[in-house]
């Protein structure tokens, strides 16, 4: 138990008694401040101030010596359990009353003594030394996070026995039982040896599994989405995973999945039934959002989708963006499983009419994808789009007849969709279309991404509360020089997305009337960090840079332009709101003198910004 950890500390508080009987009574309470020893270390101090009656309690004086007495006795068995909790096994407790002073001061003085480091991890388990020989130091340390020569710290240790219980679970033992660990201090090392005690239990198998709760969903969409099969050693990393798919899909509102034994062992094994336990969602949404930026303004979004169709999670969706740049209508009707487990043939039909800076038109555009799962992080889709538009460029009319054939790799390590913390994203595009462009039949565009998030600080369960994210994007246009490149199809850069300190579409050449052109290239680099700091509340800081090129090749050595700013965050159930100010950090003149760019922009949206 715990207590073996905590044995061979020693407490002294000979002259508190004394103190405390000096003290006079106040009819209206003891009115007292708690001073703490200026030399004392900063993570003790934060330790046993956090668990400290003595000042939970100020503004509640005692009423008599002996409430006071009490306070301080309890919190003598707080920062014993406090000070052993961080290694300190040997100490001095010492509180010294000043009965001179208006109010009273209690001195609290603490003498730690030496900080105890762990020893040798050590496993107890005596009945199976096949799970005992796959423990070995090395690996139990990465396992349990508790590594020799790391200061002692009991809530890495106990959280060790749960990380052991998980890593059994995982190699095919669900009723695997990890006891809390055994501590034995060694004074003269100045060490804690600390000893797991496992019942592993008899190595399962999965013999079947049943899914229940069911009305409006066929049973084979469900199953569809479990990774383990039956016969293979049970593994509880696949059934949390399969757990994950299934939520993702948007018609459960919730997934219990259980396993019991079925029967004796026999040869080795223990067979078990896996159970899984649904319950439907609303099939059905009507919603609406907003967003605004000071470039785009205020934009407006209105949704209808039915995600369960055809009993087989078959999605069709209506949606409607409106904004002073652009007016977006959509339908779409997602077919998955389609051929064969876990593909989905994606259909879409859009009408879109834009009003930007660069150019204005209506494009109207139909075609569909077959996206294909390679494993658990990677994707890729192939697709086929037939599109035809008019778009307007000053005096410049566009007129486009087109057919592409959109191709897309994404690969996906990143634990959430919309507010990631660790783990990397990648997605390559290409795309070339057939039909009237300029002078040429073809034309091909092809853009990358890859972004990258970092945890450098966690809380007491875990959670990142610290993220360095990063990003690199870039793009170009083979085939057809810029002028023959139909406006709509160029890159340009600036605005929520991409250079948040420019304008929208102006981060980029501009012509004579400080209008963008575009560009046959594009290339984007950033950094955010993202700071956490109450389960709802957190803070960003960013700089982002890029340039967009008439050449086809991009590249940061010229024409860089960098913005940089801050941001808030409110962490709701469906996602981050954020709220973004940035600057640029070059605002560039026209011909006359006149400032081209603005000197900030503001962003209101949902979801982190990559």
């Keep these: 138990m715990l207590g073996t950890l905590l ?11 004394n103190n405390i009987q000096a003290l006079d009574v106040h009819t209206q309470g003891l009115v007292y401040e708690t001073l703490w020893s ?19 309690l100020e503004h509640r004086p005692p009423i008599s010596l002996a409430g006071l007495a009490k306070r301080c006795k309890k919190d003598e068995e707080s920062f014993k359990k406090g000070l052993a909790a961080i290694g300190y096994f040997k100490g001095k407790i010492e509180f010294d009353v000043n009965e001179d002073k208006a109010p ?35 690996i139990l340390a990465d396992i349990t996070h508790v590594k020799p020569g790391d200061f002692v710290n009991l809530e890495k240790v106990l959280k060790g026995s749960q990380r052991l219980k998980k890593y059994l679970q995982t190699m095919g033992y669900p009723f695997a039982e990890v006891s809390e660990p055994q501590g034995k201090i060694d004074d003269k090392k100045q060490t804690l040896d600390v000893i797991y005690t496992i019942t592993p239990y008899t190595l399962a198998r999965i013999d079947s599994t049943h899914v229940e709760g069911l009305n409006n969903i066929e049973e084979s969409y469900i ?6 099969k039956e016969g293979e050693v049970f593994n509880q990393e696949k059934i949390d995973k399969s757990r994950r798919k299934l939520l993702e899909t948007g018609l459960l509102s919730s997934v219990v999945i259980t396993t019991e034994k079925k029967g004796d062992a026999k ?90 800076r660069a150019y204005s038109g209506r494009t109207y555009s139909t075609g569909f994808s077959l996206e294909h799962p390679l494993n658990d992080y990677f994707k890729a889709a192939l697709g086929l789009v037939g599109e035809v538009g008019r778009i307007r460029r000053q005096e410049v009319t566009y007129r486009t007849r087109l057919l592409g054939t959109p191709g897309k790799l994404k690969a996906d390590f990143t634990d959430d969709l919309l507010d990631p913390t660790h783990g990397i994203r990648a997605e390559l595009k290409v795309t070339p279309y057939y039909g009237r462009i300029g002078r040429s039949n073809s034309m091909v565009i092809g853009s990358s991404t890859l972004s990258a ?32 490149v139909p406006p709509n199809k160029r ?10 300190g420019y304008g929208y579409q102006l981060l980029g050449p501009l012509d004579g009337q400080s209008i963008p052109t575009g560009g046959r290239s594009l290339a984007e680099a950033g950094a955010e960090i993202r700071i956490k700091t109450t389960e709802t509340i957190g803070f960003v800081s960013f700089i982002e840079g890029g340039s ?41 003149k026209d011909s006359n003198g006149k400032r081209i760019d603005s000197a900030f922009q503001l962003y209101l949206s949902v979801g982190q910004a990559f």
């Design 223 to 228: 199953r569809n989405r479990l990774l383990w």
């Design 104 to 138: 009273l001061r209690v001195n609290v003085k603490i003498t730690p003594g030496p900080r105890y480091k762990i020893g040798e991890i050590k496993i107890d388990c005596s009945d199976n030394p096949q799970v005992l020989s796959m423990l070995m130091p090395l």
């Design 491 to 500: 890159f340009y850069a600036g605005g929520s997305g991409s250079i948040r």
């Design 267 to 356: 040869d080795g094994y223990q067979p078990v039934n896996v159970l899984v336990k649904t319950s439907e969602g609303a099939a059905r949404a009507v919603g609406v959002g907003a967003q605004y930026s000071t470039s785009e303004g205020i934009g407006g979004h209105l949704f209808w989708y039915s995600d369960n169709v055809a009993r087989h999670g078959q999605h069709l969706g209506a949606s409607f963006r409106s904004s002073k740049r652009e007016m977006r209508a959509k339908l779409s009707y997602d077919v998955p499983d389609f051929g064969q487990p876990l593909q989905i043939l994606r259909n879409e039909a859009l009408l879109l009419r834009e009003r930007t």
């Design 7 to 17: 044995s061979g500390c020693r407490w002294f508080d000979e002259n508190f008694g």
């Design 548 to 588: 967009v090129k008439a050449e086809r090749v991009p590249g940061f050595s010229k024409n860089l332009l960098w913005g940089a700013g801050f941001g808030f965050r409110y962490y709701s159930p469906l996602g981050p709101i954020r709220a973004d100010i940035a600057f640029p950090l070059e605002r560039r």
């Design 453 to 484: 998030y970092v945890p450098f600080a966690t809380n007491e369960i875990g959670e990142s509360r610290c993220v360095l994210a990063g990003f690199i994007k870039g793009g170009s246009i083979f085939n057809q020089p810029l002028e023959a």
């Design 38 to 56: 200026e030399l004392l270390d900063g993570e003790i101090k934060s330790v046993l101030q956090q668990e400290s009656i003595l000042m939970k």
